[in-house]
């Protein structure tokens, strides 16, 4: 990628960011799925690197996300017994590119590969890759390794002391009350997740049942023609239950006609979105790719929140699934950095104009010779870029 890089550091001239990195990711046949997530997280999200390239840039360009992996791996790159799992090669991967002498360049993310596909056999085929699973298994991953540290750690502390004595009881486990402690929140929660209340309403007693439930992105689905604005819309309207489906209400005993709805209790500081573009038909008896034309702003105002109030995000990163299907095809990323656009496809980074994002809004018709489509989008709050 010299010449590419020579191009962009002469694109941006003194413009390019102090301490920035800006580096391709080498892809090993299959993997720009993961790629095009990585490379948006040094902004707000880790998108999909070696499926292609695309997450790990997404991911590597979600600022906070990226500052506080890189605190892990100084933390923990001198400890010599830590076991080598997604995350310590995640991290290793973040401090490869942070360090690099130049500004621009082309880095083989060979260990997280191999050790991605190590830990699940989906990801050892040469087969198209979905970059939405991709991101959903590695948020998840980094979650689960995180959580077992922090217990590990805390049974450590714990045998270190077996002398102490609670006067309630033991310190660790259920409360006096019965009820279970708060699960750890840990930074990839602090990033990315947030709560979605389903209320349901009986339409016989008017009692209102509420039940919460966390993500780490929302999936939406999509039309013709249509906007994130109305897709978010649709995702919290109003669904009455009735016949087969009326639900049981617990203060009127038995099954009665409702109405449900999912609203955003906690907004989080990363949304991402993720566009059901691959939708099953059954008349074809497969999965087809929906080259819809979803406008999808770069600054979005979250309004269907249990609170009511607007939460205003602004547009980082887009993993965009080039093809017509969805068992073939590519992806690649647009990341938004020091206030500049860059299109990474694997080894090659180029700077954009902020017009062209739309150009991968879908197609307004059916039958187009354009199959760039953006896929999944990561919004970061304005708040957090507001407080950084």
Not at 199 to 224: G, K, M, P, Y
Request: include cysteine.
């Amino acid at each position: 990628m010299g010449a590419a890089g020579s191009k962009l550091e002469k694109a941006l001239g003194d413009q390019f960011p102090e301490g920035e990195r800006y580096f391709g990711l080498e892809n090993f046949g299959n993997t720009c799925y993961c790629n095009s997530v990585l490379q948006e997280s040094s902004i707000a999200v880790m998108a999909v690197l070696f499926l292609g390239g695309v997450e790990i840039r997404a991911l590597y360009f979600c600022v906070p996300f990226r500052e506080q992996l890189l605190e892990y791996y100084s933390t923990n790159k001198n400890i010599g017994d830590v076991e080598e799992n997604l995350l310590t090669c995640l991290a290793d991967l973040f401090s490869q590119i942070s360090s690099q002498k130049k500004k621009t360049g082309v880095i083989a993310p060979k260990r997280f590969v191999q050790r991605l596909k190590k830990q699940n056999e989906i990801f050892r085929s040469y087969m198209h890759q979905d970059a939405h699973e991709f991101l959903n298994f590695l948020l998840n991953e980094l979650v689960d390794i995180l959580e077992k540290e922090a217990q590990a750690a805390k049974s450590d502390q714990e045998s270190s002391s077996p002398h102490e004595i609670v006067a309630n009881g033991p310190k660790s486990g259920a409360q006096a009350n019965g009820t279970q402690k708060e699960p750890l929140v840990t930074w990839v929660h602090k990033n990315f997740q947030g709560i979605l209340t389903n209320e349901t309403r009986c339409l016989r007693c008017e009692t209102v049942t509420a039940r919460d439930e966390t993500f780490f992105d929302l999936s939406l689905d999509i039309e013709q023609n249509s906007s994130i604005t109305s897709c978010l819309k649709n995702f919290s309207s109003t669904e009455t239950l009735n016949a087969e489906d009326k639900f049981f209400c617990d203060k009127c005993c038995s099954l009665q006609e409702a109405q449900k709805r999912m609203k955003i209790k906690k907004p989080p500081h990363v949304l991402v979105i993720h566009l059901k573009r691959f939708k099953y038909i059954e008349q074809l008896g497969r999965y087809k790719k929906l080259s819809y034309r979803v406008v999808f702003p770069l600054e979005l105002k979250l309004s269907n929140t249990v609170e009511d109030a607007d939460s205003e995000y602004s547009l980082f990163a887009v993993v965009v699934h080039v093809g017509s299907g969805p068992n073939h095809g590519h992806y690649v990323s647009l990341v938004k950095s020091h206030n500049h656009w860059l299109f990474f496809d694997d080894e090659n980074v180029e700077m954009i104009d902020e017009s062209a994002v739309q150009t991968f809004f879908g197609s307004a018709q059916e039958y187009s010779s354009n199959t760039d489509h953006g896929y999944i989008l990561f919004y970061e709050s304005l708040g957090s870029i507001n407080k950084s």
